[in-house]
């Protein structure tokens, strides 16, 4: 059965570092979502993403993160100045055209930031 | 705003039925989902309902759905040891742009 992966599994950067979160959509899937979950908290919306544009951010996303599909195959979320509070687990997710509010969701890349 | 309310916790012994409860603000939800995370896994889509439904049954999963009250629930027939996890209930938002709204996941403890 088709799924969503992720990597890496586990990612460790110091605070004000780059990181860029890689995910794999399942193959002929049209949307894209990239969500968090601070340890303890509900996971969170935070970028919708269709057709090679975003189609809703929350206030979550801001100018430190970005996404991007950069070929036919790869969907990245990047953070380009991490703070202690990024530390999360983020989830990518997809979804199919014509069923499009099914939403399957990868395993997880646990960020921790020092 | 859109939000989305679950109890913390349950516990069953195995063989009994689960329900799972949620409650949620935007009467207007098209989709109301729930889904499992089992420990250091990802949240694996269990079954969801449309809001023009009152009751979905899936083999052991029966979800029924009450749009006055806005109120979901899961009911687990005949529940394993397997089934202990996390289940979160999630609605669409109304944006219509893939957005959903978690609730903060009801740990299912199952004991033998």
């Known amino acids: 059965e088709p799924e969503v992966t992720q990597t890496p599994s586990h990612q460790v950067t110091q605070m004000g570092q780059e990181v860029i979160l890689r995910c794999v959509p399942i193959?002929?899937?049209?949307?894209f979502y990239w969500y968090r979950q601070i340890l303890g908290q509900k996971v969170e919306f935070l970028v919708s993403?269709?057709?090679?544009?975003?189609?809703?951010k929350s206030e979550i996303f801001d100018d430190q993160f970005s996404v991007e599909r950069p070929d036919g195959s790869n969907f990245t979320l990047k953070i380009r100045s991490t703070k202690l509070e990024d530390s999360a687990m983020y989830f990518c997710a997809s979804s199919p055209d014509r069923v499009f509010y099914e939403q399957y969701f990868g395993p997880g890349t646990r960020l921790t930031v020092t | 705003g859109e939000d989305v309310e679950q109890s913390l916790f349950l516990s069953v012994r195995e063989g009994d039925s689960s329900v799972i409860n949620c409650t949620y603000t935007?009467?207007?939800?098209?989709?109301l989902y729930w889904y499992k995370q089992e420990p250091g896994a990802g949240l694996q889509l269990l079954t969801y309902?449309?809001?023009?439904?009152d009751m979905k049954q899936d083999q052991r999963l029966t979800v029924l759905l009450n749009k006055k009250d806005k109120h979901l629930s899961l009911r687990i027939a005949d529940t394993q040891t397997g089934d202990s996890a996390i289940y979160f209930c999630?609605?669409?938002?109304?944006?219509?742009?893939?957005?959903?709204?978690f609730g903060q996941g009801t740990t299912l403890q199952v004991k033998p």
């Open positions: 193959s002929n899937h049209l949307y």
């Open positions: 309902i449309f809001s023009n439904m």
């Open positions: 993403f269709y057709n090679n544009e975003i189609s809703e």
């Open positions: 999630a609605q669409y938002g109304s944006s219509n742009t893939g957005k959903l709204i």
């Open positions: 935007d009467s207007s939800s098209t989709y």
